[in-house]
């Protein structure tokens, strides 16, 4: 049974640091290009950042450019989010999902918020002072 998990979310100050995690179950872990996701309330999904099977691509939204790293221990079937300098807008529940490495040209192509064969439930992370 295929399975992402994310945990790490929570509250969070304007400015501080967070770091999500997707543990993921079922499939074999690094065929697949894993993304991050979010979606705040009242608006669409989007592709916060995606990398590659082996971890040597990495794709990062505009918004999050710079503040946000992605990572990926695959002895672990683990995908990692940290984020850093957080702001309010970024305020939203946070999604890892999985895409097969063979069907994307690019890892940003993978970061198009409906392409993902497999997704998790979802972690809050507010930011809020």
């Known amino acids: 049974q295929v399975q992402l998990v994310e945990s790490g979310g929570g509250l969070v100050q304007p400015g501080g640091s967070l770091r999500l995690s997707c543990s993921a179950s079922?499939?074999?872990?690094?065929?697949?290009?894993i993304g991050w996701f979010r979606q705040a309330p009242g608006k669409e999904r989007e592709g916060v950042s995606c990398?590659?099977?082996?971890?040597?691509?990495?794709y990062y939204g505009d918004s999050v450019k710079g503040r946000f790293t992605i990572s990926r221990d695959n002895a672990k079937n683990t995908a990692y989010l940290q984020m850093a300098s957080v702001k309010p807008e970024d305020t939203a529940v946070y999604y890892c999902?999985?895409?097969?490495?063979?069907?994307?040209?690019?890892?940003?192509?993978?970061?198009?918020?409906?392409?993902?064969?497999?997704w998790g439930k979802g972690t809050l992370v507010t930011v809020s002072s």
């Open positions: 990398i590659s099977g082996f971890g040597g691509i990495t």
């Open positions: 999902a999985a895409v097969p490495s063979s069907r994307v040209r690019t890892v940003q192509t993978a970061c198009a918020p409906n392409g993902a064969d497999y």
């Open positions: 079922g499939f074999t872990f690094d065929v697949y290009v």
